[in-house]
């Protein structure tokens, strides 16, 4: 119990940001219309790629030949999925501009 | 005081633009859920990246100076920029889908990544203070469990979607997948009670629960199929938000927490939207077994009717309204151009053309909306289904071109069939059907199809894109 109770006071910056972002998530995408489920997770998709910013630490700080080698393709992948995520998006998005 | 002499500028700096990178995540979501502001909000997102990636190079460390490797991680940043950006660029529209759900796998993999790098780092006195139990561990764990699951999953949809693997289905699948799941978690209370002073001492336990989480990851996918894909496809997207949140915990990086966890939460709830388009729960889509074999006791009775193109093009060119139901098979044959050919010469005979989109036409949601819009066909002709419906029986000719599954009346009719209950377009009450097909085959969820034997519905078979380039020729020679 105390362990719990040390544990959420550690962290209660972290989980307040989580609970909070949670609602937030909720309440911005709770009124999208259908057809923009697509575009609208492919963003999301390009967003999580936020996980980039840890490889760069990971890479940052990276001393051993191995956890460079892992740091470099985490941060390849990590580019690749920022990079291709919002590029995708802005192309399926452009197809709905055109029209206007 | 103390605190405060320790804070310097660089430290500053980051901190300020991490929240500026929130903010603009925030808002570029926001915008991306209405159809104006969309774009825009997808490059105001970019720029909070990018800001965020900017500022982390130059300031992360303790004393706010530039980090170590820049040299290395540039070159990685420009290989996976060039890759992504070509890749991204190159696809064609209607592989949207599994572009999307590869670079989903992209990002679970460098959560995993991150994960097993960290884990034999983590400070010995970290440990002699609070134990091996500490959140530390537990972030590194559950951000290398969630993000493989992620990456072996998306992976296999990836290749599901593309077509190179197929479905694998077993009755005990789900207490397969269950059990693996405990034995995941398992692995992680095992790692977090040991009494140990260095983590790198439990390092290999590190690659078997890898090795675990990935056949978690591909059994997890394996057995889903059919319509669900999509759905399985923004559930990953949304682990993956958990994973890349779990190297927020981990660096106490506030943009890394924030845009994992909006991403989770808000992909949670897209999930649960698309499944409430198709009438189905999430549970449902994940232990059930949508597209298996169906109800194979349907009785066929009535038979196949051809019509000659000839006779289709008289009864398009003489009617007054007509309704064009597209689905992923006017995508694949990339017939969604000339399909806008034929809808331009009917409206120019004064024939009136709609389009009925069924929520989940194509392979995700909107895809079909996109693919039209990709062939100029205005937003104004595009019906979503429930506003159609009531229209259709006024319909003089309803077209279905390659979908299959959004018309099956078995949806309304046959509670035995795995589609019951999944809003349809209610195709039979037009006057007229005509279905373009390449042949019998059955749809993607493998179900048989009452209405190509309705007695109103004729059938002109072959590839969608020849079809509807020699339908145009016969309206115009008409």
């Not at chain 2, 100076?65 to 420009?78: S, V």
Request: glycine content about 10%; hydrophobic content about 50%.
């Amino acid at each position: 119990m105390e362990n719990t109770l040390g544990f959420f006071l550690q962290h209660r910056e972290a989980i307040f940001i989580v609970i909070l972002s949670i609602f937030l998530g909720i309440e911005v995408i709770s009124h999208v219309p259908a057809i923009l489920h697509t575009p609208l997770m492919s963003g999301a998709n390009a967003i999580h790629g936020v996980v980039i910013i840890g490889a760069i630490i990971v890479m940052g700080h990276a001393d051993t030949t191995g956890s460079m080698i892992l740091g470099f393709l985490a941060v390849v992948l990590g580019t690749l999925n920022v990079v291709g995520g919002f590029v995708v998006t802005d192309r399926m998005l452009e197809m709905f501009k055109k029209k206007k | 005081m103390d605190q405060l002499s320790q804070i310097n500028n660089g430290i500053s700096v980051l901190e300020i633009i991490y929240v500026i990178a929130s903010v603009l995540f925030i808002l570029g979501l926001k915008m991306l859920s209405h159809p104006l502001t969309a774009r825009r909000g997808n490059i105001l997102a970019a720029f909070g990246m990018l800001f965020a990636i900017i500022a982390t190079i130059l300031f992360h460390t303790k004393d706010g100076k530039p980090i170590g490797n820049i040299p290395w991680i540039l070159i990685a940043i420009a290989i996976g920029t060039v890759i992504g950006w070509v890749i991204a660029k190159k696809v064609k529209m209607t592989a949207m889908p599994q572009l999307v759900s590869f670079f989903n796998g992209m990002g679970g993999a460098a959560a995993a990544l991150i994960s097993m790098i960290e884990f034999p780092n983590v400070s010995p006195e970290l440990i002699a203070e609070q134990g091996i139990a500490n959140g530390h561990v537990l972030a590194i764990l559950l951000g290398l469990m969630i993000g493989t699951v992620s990456w072996a999953g998306s992976m296999i949809a990836y290749g599901k979607l593309d077509g190179w693997i197929g479905d694998m289905r077993i009755k005990a699948m789900k207490y397969i997948n269950l059990t693996i799941l405990f034995v995941l978690i398992g692995f992680i209370v095992f790692i977090m009670t040991r009494d140990v002073q260095t983590t790198s001492e439990l390092t290999p336990l590190i690659y078997i629960m890898f090795a675990v989480a990935v056949i978690y990851g591909v059994l997890f996918v394996m057995p889903i199929g059919g319509a669900d894909m999509p759905v399985v496809i923004s559930l990953l997207n949304s682990f993956t938000g958990v994973a890349a949140a779990m190297g927020g915990f981990l660096y106490n990086n506030q943009a890394m927490l924030t845009g994992g966890i909006l991403v989770g939460s808000a992909g949670t709830i897209l999930t649960v939207l698309m499944c409430r388009a198709m009438n189905r729960s999430l549970l449902n889509v994940i232990v059930g077994v949508f597209g298996g074999g169906g109800s194979a006791n349907v009785t066929v009775d009535g038979s196949v009717k051809e019509i000659s193109l000839t006779d289709a093009a008289v009864l398009l060119s003489y009617s007054k309204k007509v309704v064009i139901v597209p689905g992923y098979g006017l995508a694949v044959a990339q017939a969604q151009h000339i399909c806008h050919e034929l809808d331009k010469l009917l409206e120019e005979k004064g024939v009136e053309v709609k389009y009925a989109i069924h929520p989940v036409a194509g392979r995700m949601p909107g895809h079909m909306n996109v693919l039209l819009a990709e062939a100029d066909v205005p937003y104004e002709q595009l019906i979503e289904s429930d506003e159609i419906n009531p229209d259709l029986p006024n319909t003089d000719v309803l077209i279905v071109i390659g979908a299959n599954d959004v018309v099956n009346p078995a949806a309304e009719d046959d509670p035995s069939s795995p589609i019951y209950g999944m809003p349809i377009i209610k195709a039979r009450d037009a006057k007229n059907i005509i279905v373009m097909k390449r042949g019998m085959g059955k749809g993607y969820a493998a179900i048989e199809n009452m209405l190509f034997f309705n007695d109103k519905t004729r059938m002109l078979f072959g590839d969608a894109k020849s079809t509807l380039q020699n339908l145009v020729n016969e309206v115009k020679s008409l």
